[in-house]
């Protein structure tokens, strides 16, 4: 089993990826080279500014490179709540705007030849309890009437054989428009696209600190200084305290994934016969899928710190794997790897500005589509082509105590651990 990621083994960063050093001035500098920075540096090419990505690792080495290759409709928060918070009309177009996410993945990734394995292979959501099977019929009820939308339906413990080959959930949740795809093929594609279009990405460059001056920012980096008109500050999971505000509006989470060697066809037919991206309704989840090649991708976490140890994490998400897949008991682990993901206290991506630096972050686990679209949105807010966006309209609940967060993750983890024994 190899401490490493499985999707950048099989799909390296280019070699050839025209890299920059850093530039003196541009009109926008975007600090972090995922999903968020890419699709902004892409719609500000469009519209012909000037921009570098500067990157403290490679380009895509964060999340975006690293998760579950799962593009969902939805956001994390659940709609009832999010219809009961913002009222039924922002209600309504959360919800559109995350279909639309999905949509807009699918057309970039067409339009720009990236090939990345998107499957309309839509999602499946588990009953890890009874009472969670009686919440999906309500819920689908609820969508067809507050939404309009038919699109989800429910299957129960006795028909779940035909999406998933194992007995240990009692039913589940379908929505067909979900999509898989391959994250690294996917980021790497972006940033082969960036590139082509003149985006400088400039690797092992971390921003150390912002002043504001009169033509903009002085961006102070490791490297050197840049001034720029603008900045996008997307880094997601990986914020650090350079702009105190905007982490303490963001704490981050590992999540940790193991893959298994490719499996027999037969095998791959029998535990997903669909091929669906599957997740869980605990609120410490497990998710998984096949990959392209046929091997089981099995992630989640039994604690929300990020610096877990990979081995020992393994052994854990495997031994929970097996609960699930009797069938994948003695199947050899290839690869286990973690990564950080950016939550915010109400669970809503958010995104604005603050100290005069934008921002667009805490997708919540959904930001294979939700950063892509947002980071887009963005691209096009700086570059004068829209107002706003749907997430800069929200509070952004931000606290002095947030960026303390190993003191509490413990107990925030068993919190969880108590909901999920008890509800
Ligand atoms: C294990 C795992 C599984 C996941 N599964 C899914 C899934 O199946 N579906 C889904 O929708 N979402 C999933 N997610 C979440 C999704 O991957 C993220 O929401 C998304 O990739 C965020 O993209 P981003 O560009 O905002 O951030 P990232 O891709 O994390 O990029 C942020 C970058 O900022 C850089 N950075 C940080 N600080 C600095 C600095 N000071 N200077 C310069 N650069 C800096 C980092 O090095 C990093 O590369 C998962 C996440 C993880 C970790």
Same mark, same amino acid.
């Given at each position: 089993m190899k401490p490493s990621v499985y999707w950048t083994e099989d799909c390296?960063? /280019? =070699? @050839?990826l025209p890299v920059s050093p850093? /530039?003196? $001035?541009?009109d926008v500098a975007i600090i972090g080279g995922g999903y968020t920075g890419l699709n902004a540096a892409l719609a500000l090419r469009k519209a012909g500014a000037s921009v570098a990505i500067l990157e403290k690792? #490679?380009?895509?080495? +964060?999340a975006s490179s690293r998760n579950g290759g799962m593009a969902l409709t939805? %956001?994390?928060?659940s709609m009832p709540v999010i219809f009961r918070r913002y009222g039924a009309e922002m209600g309504r177009a959360f919800w559109q705007w995350s279909l639309d996410a999905v949509d807009y993945v699918e057309r970039l990734t067409t339009e720009e030849g990236i @090939?990345?394995?998107?499957?309309?292979s839509g999602h499946l959501l588990l009953a890890f309890k009874p009472q969670h099977f009686a919440h999906f019929v309500e819920e689908v009820r609820w969508f067809r009437k507050? %939404? +309009?939308? $038919? @699109?989800l339906w429910v299957v129960g413990k006795a028909e779940l054989h035909c999406e998933i080959?194992? $007995? &240990?959930? !009692?039913g589940g949740l379908v929505d067909p428009r979900s999509a898989g795809l391959h994250p690294a093929r996917y980021v790497f594609g972006l940033a082969q696209a960036a590139a082509r279009q003149g985006v400088l990405l400039v690797e092992r460059t971390a921003l150390m600190d912002i002043r504001r001056i009169r033509t903009g920012f002085l961006v102070n980096t490791n490297c050197g200084t840049l001034s720029a008109s603008e900045v996008l500050i997307a *880094?997601?999971?990986? *914020? $650090?305290?350079?702009?105190r505000p905007l982490r303490q509006g963001i704490f981050p989470v590992g999540s940790y994934i193991i893959t298994t060697e490719p499996l027999p066809v037969s095998l791959q037919q029998e535990l997903s016969p669909r091929g669906r991206m599957c997740f869980d309704s605990k609120h410490f989840l497990n998710y998984f899928r096949l990959t392209p090649d046929g091997r089981m991708l099995f992630g989640g976490r !039994?604690?929300?710190? =990020?610096?877990?140890d990979l081995i020992d994490s393994a052994r854990k998400m495997q031994a929970r794997m097996v609960e699930v897949f /009797?069938?994948?008991?003695g199947v050899p682990i290839s690869h286990t790897w973690n990564g950080n993901l950016g939550i915010a206290l109400d669970l809503m991506p958010h995104a604005g500005r603050v100290n005069g630096v934008h921002y667009a972050y805490a997708?919540?686990? !959904? +930001?294979? #589509?939700i950063a892509s679209f947002l980071g887009k949105e963005m691209g096009e807010v700086l570059a004068g082509k829209?107002?706003?966006?749907?997430? &800069?309209q929200i509070n952004h609940p931000r606290y002095a105590?947030? /960026?303390?967060d190993r003191f509490y993750l413990p107990l925030v983890s068993g919190w969880f651990r108590l909901l999920d024994f008890f509800t």
């Open positions: 390296p960063r /280019p =070699p @050839d850093l /530039p003196e $001035t541009v690792e #490679s380009i895509g080495w +964060g939805g %956001l994390k928060e @090939d990345c394995n998107f499957v309309r507050q %939404l +309009g939308y $038919t @699109d080959g194992s $007995t &240990a959930y !009692h *880094t997601n999971g990986y *914020t $650090t305290n350079v702009i !039994h604690n929300l710190s =990020p610096s877990l /009797p069938q994948l008991a997708y919540a686990g !959904h +930001g294979v #589509s829209r107002t706003s966006t749907l997430f &800069a105590f947030v /960026p303390y």
